[in-house]
């Protein structure tokens, strides 16, 4: 049945596509996390009555996010390729899509991380402030955990956008399921194969979502 | 305890400058409640979050308990202001932490071990009435429980002051009474000095000992709470002392009551502060052939005895009737007869 109706269908070929997909969303999405925060929490740190209001850092910051958050992605792997090269050796294979994918990814987040944080009531800062707190103790224990939950949402939002940047790496060769569809699927003309690829990302995308919304949920406690 | 003197505070806006605290002078003894209150823009918020330096001050300096806190660097600062313990308006709680994590979190910035930590939360749970709710997060919580686990939070690191920001402008009547009675608790139990800022003239006549009156970043009036009840001077002053006391004169017109009480004297008393004469009504219709009628009036309590006017009317033998006036004017009740409208 399977056969007759997706003849080109390999499984093995789908579970290795997958696993690549998977493997390039879940560390590019640990990496955007980490980079977006630290770039997030100095867009809020240093914009106007934050801790350490400065307008010049705050001006490069804002910059370096907007450039990059700029640039198409499809070009910003272009660009990227001598970066790529220089830090794993390669340009092509699920690795090599990574720098591309957490630079690509880290801005967007930096602007949803800095919003979270904006959301935070100032007053809470202040009565941590009024109770002797270091500006350290302020940003893990105030700052960060009051906006875990709009975070977590934010981070969910940023790899769903991941896995679409995934597919598009897999116009240089990166490997996965949009490497797969193009290449095995489009280019040969096996619909079939674009098809279940198709179905696979959106399965990947949906589970990424509920997971997403679970967290985020069992956290707030307003 | 704290001694402020000079004190500024200069906002620079695009159109102007603004003097939210202007050469303001305050001394705050140990173990007072001292309530601060004006109309909103009268700069008492302001002058309360300079006294953690939560704003830094133009010029002036602030002395609590022998330590100029203006001239303090960042880290004497923030121990400093472990010592000053904050209650808000809108209580300014972390919901992402329970009710005994809320109060924990003051301590573990002091660097209180965990032991001692939990320690200190139970009694503190204790101490606010909050007994069993530990667990709980704020949004489970009414206003007035919310508030309760500020004071708690505010009181963990055993604070030498504490400020009161509008503290029970959010709450309803009741719960602002319940809130005010558990200041007074703390304030009688710990010794703990107050500074409470508000727009309720109720608030101050409950529970403070001091107030000072603020307009436009000036201190216009200050002194004990029942003296300036009992002669307010200026203007603003009044509109407070009438928001409790209703102002007896324009209520209920002073003719109307002439009018329909013809006979005997119509007397004014005004009790100021005394609580020995409080049964004196019932005194006056014992030791005299003289029948006492009420007729108007107020009385109302502060944390120095019963303040308020109330008009009688006695009714009766003349020679009786002047010698129960003189009886009242040998007590400390101030007493008017037949006063003008």
């Known amino acids: 049945m399977f056969n007759q109706w997706f003849p080109n269908v390999r499984m093995e070929d789908m579970i290795t596509a997958t696993n690549e997909t998977l493997y390039m969303t879940l560390v590019s999405v640990a990496g955007t996390f980490v980079l977006g925060l630290l770039l997030g929490l100095l867009l809020y740190l240093t914009g106007p009555g934050g801790l350490w209001a400065n307008k010049t850092l705050n001006w490069i910051t804002a910059s370096v996010v907007n450039i990059f958050r700029a640039i198409p992605f499809i070009i910003l792997i272009l660009l990227l390729f001598p970066f790529t090269d220089f830090l794993l050796g390669t340009i092509r294979g699920p690795q090599a899509a990574l720098p591309a994918l957490i630079i690509g990814g880290a801005p967007f987040y930096a602007r949803l991380v800095e919003i979270a944080l904006k959301e935070v009531d100032k007053g809470v800062v202040e009565a941590a402030k009024s109770m002797g707190a270091k500006y350290s103790t302020i940003i893990f224990k105030v700052l960060l955990p009051e906006s875990m939950p709009a975070l977590i949402s934010g981070i969910t939002v940023t790899a769903i956008a991941l896995i679409g940047y995934t597919a598009v790496a897999g116009a240089i060769g990166s490997g996965g399921l949009g490497d797969f569809a193009y290449f095995y699927g489009f280019q040969r003309s096996n619909f079939d194969v674009v098809f279940i690829c198709t179905i696979l990302i959106i399965l990947i995308v949906f589970i990424f979502q509920f997971i997403g919304d679970a967290i985020s949920r069992k956290l707030d406690k307003r | ?341």
């Open chain 2, 1 to 341: 305890m704290i001694t402020i003197k000079g004190l500024s505070k200069i906002f620079h806006t695009k159109d102007q400058d603004v003097r939210a605290v202007d050469d303001l002078s305050l001394n705050i003894n140990k173990g007072e409640i001292y309530g601060v209150i004006g109309y909103s823009g009268a700069g008492k918020s302001t002058f309360i979050r300079l006294l953690n330096r939560l704003e830094d001050p133009t010029e002036g300096s602030i002395l609590v308990d022998e330590q100029e806190l203006t001239s303090l660097s960042k880290g004497k600062l923030r121990l400093a202001r472990q010592e000053i313990g904050m209650i808000f308006q809108h209580f300014n709680l972390l919901w992402s932490r329970t009710v005994h994590d809320n109060i924990a979190f003051p301590l573990e910035i002091a660097g209180v071990s965990k032991a001692e930590r939990q320690k200190r939360v139970d009694e503190l749970i204790e101490l606010v009435g909050l007994k069993g709710r530990g667990g709980s997060y704020p949004s489970q919580l009414s206003g007035g429980q919310k508030q309760r686990v500020g004071i708690a939070r505010a009181l963990a690191n055993n604070p030498k002051v504490l400020l009161c920001d509008e503290a029970t402008s959010a709450l309803d009547p009741e719960t602002t009474d319940s809130i005010l009675d558990l200041l007074v608790d703390i304030n009688e139990k710990l010794g703990l000095t107050i500074v409470l800022i508000t727009h309720e003239m109720h608030v101050i006549r409950k529970i403070c000992h001091q107030v000072a009156v603020m307009e436009e970043g000036k201190v216009v009036e200050k002194g004990e709470v029942l003296d300036v009840f009992l002669h307010p001077k200026k203007p603003v002053t009044k509109k407070f002392v009438d928001q409790v006391m209703g102002d007896p004169e324009k209520e209920t017109s002073l003719q109307l009551i002439k009018d329909n009480y013809q006979s005997g004297e119509i007397i004014r008393l005004h009790f100021v502060g005394e609580s020995t004469n409080q049964a004196l009504i019932s005194d006056l219709s014992r030791k005299f052939e003289v029948d006492v009628n009420i007729l108007h009036g107020k009385i109302t309590q502060t944390q120095k005895g019963a303040y308020g006017t109330m008009f009688v009317q006695f009714d009766g033998d003349r020679t009786e009737v002047q010698r129960a006036i003189e009886y009242i004017e040998s007590t400390s009740v101030e007493v008017e007869v037949n006063p003008h409208v």
